[in-house]
């Protein structure tokens, strides 16, 4: 709809001052108006009420209805356009998420713009959009260098399909004694030659220990590991995105998230947009559990990190009880090698497309 096209009633008004030869002081004293509401009025912005529409009525021999209906279908244009107006910038805000959650069969596709954005809000549950950057805000965003095209509507969207996910998952209430004591076990799961097996047992594990787990692929433009958040006082929440496709950054990010979980406020929540990130007290808190708990002899990896080589990582993870592949990821990571053709060699992918979690 163009605005130029609602035609408000002044404008019938207008032609019929001149067919009668009204000027719209005479108007206003026949209708018992100031002259400022009936200019208001042939503008546009002043109303007609009720009264004022049988008066109308009265003066140019028609019934108030006619008034009455024409004011209501102006009113009604002018309510209409600027929904239209508003859901073409709301639907701009959310292009992204919206189809990527269509894509995955999250909400059904829509026609309309207007109603593309009240389903998107809906699966936020959310009234307004604003609300949704007002929640990111509150977390601790865990980042190293944002990307250029981050999508925060996006990242909240993914945030979201776990979240809805924890309200059907049954998990135990958290008991922080048995996540530390069944950490050996989750370092077991990193050798199995399974992956998927792996993630499937990983999953279980949690839901033991009072932690809903869920693993989504990372949304377009949020360059998004992972998150840690509680749910209830005593159901915990990690989420993993497969960002990278290496087994390595998986494993990782999920021991970075229960650092979070052990070591991090109930009321805070995590977001990692970059694995590893070491800015502020929570992500160094956070990661040294990881590095901690993934390997015991963590002065001897100090030692390994300087003068390394491919039989003395194999060794150490052996010797650590984690897949080796863990340690060439952190030993590239550390030393920013990323082109290391032994190293990347024993770093294992891991894509969600290709298993079913
Ligand atoms: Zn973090």
Redesign the pocket.
């Known amino acids: 709809m163009n605005k130029e096209l609602i035609i408000c009633p002044g404008e019938t008004i207008k032609e019929l001052l001149e067919t009668y030869n009204y000027t719209q002081k005479d108007l206003a004293n026949k209708l018992g108006l100031e002259l400022k509401t009936v200019n208001e009025i042939l503008n546009g912005r002043g109303v007609i009420t009720f009264e004022t529409a049988i008066k109308l009525g009265i003066i140019f021999n028609m019934p108030a209805s006619f008034w009455n209906n024409l004011e209501f279908n102006y009113r009604k244009d002018l309510k209409d356009l600027e929904e239209a107006e508003r859901a073409e910038q709301d639907y701009k805000r959310i292009e992204i998420a919206y189809k990527e959650l269509v894509k995955r069969n999250k909400i059904e596709m829509s026609k309309e713009k207007a109603d593309k954005v009240a389903t998107f809000k809906s699966f936020m549950e959310v009234v307004n959009l604003d609300d949704i950057e007002v929640e990111y805000e509150k977390a ?1 965003a ?1 980042r190293k260098a944002r990307m250029k095209e981050f999508d925060v509507i996006s990242l909240m969207a993914w945030i979201q399909c776990g979240i809805k996910k924890t309200r059907e998952a049954i998990s135990n209430i958290f008991d922080k004694e048995k996540v530390l004591k069944i950490i050996p076990e989750i370092k077991k799961l990193t050798l199995l030659e399974n992956q998927q097996e792996a993630l499937i047992k990983l999953k279980t594990i949690c839901a033991d220990i009072g932690i809903v787990l869920s693993y989504e692929k990372a949304f377009p433009n949020t360059g998004i590991n ?1 998150i ?1 958040k509680w749910v209830t006082p005593d159901k915990a929440f990690i989420q993993v995105s497969d960002r990278g496709k290496k087994a390595d950054t998986f494993w990782f990010t999920f021991m ?2 229960l ?2 979980i052990i070591e991090g406020k109930k009321k805070k929540f ?3 947009e970059e694995c590893r ?1 070491s800015e ?1 007290d ?2 160094r808190i ?2 040294d559990f990881a590095i901690k708990k993934l390997i015991e002899n963590k002065k001897g990896y100090e030692k390994l990190k300087q003068n390394w080589t491919i039989d003395e990582i194999k060794k150490f993870a052996k010797e650590n009880g984690i897949h080796e592949g863990i340690v060439a990821g952190m030993i590239s990571h550390d030393n920013n090698i990323y082109d290391n053709v032994g190293l990347n060699k024993m770093r294992r992918k891991l894509d969600f497309d290709t298993i079913c979690i």
């Open positions: 601790v865990c992972g840690a970075h998230e650092g979070h995590f977001i990692d990130a502020g929570e992500e956070a990661n």
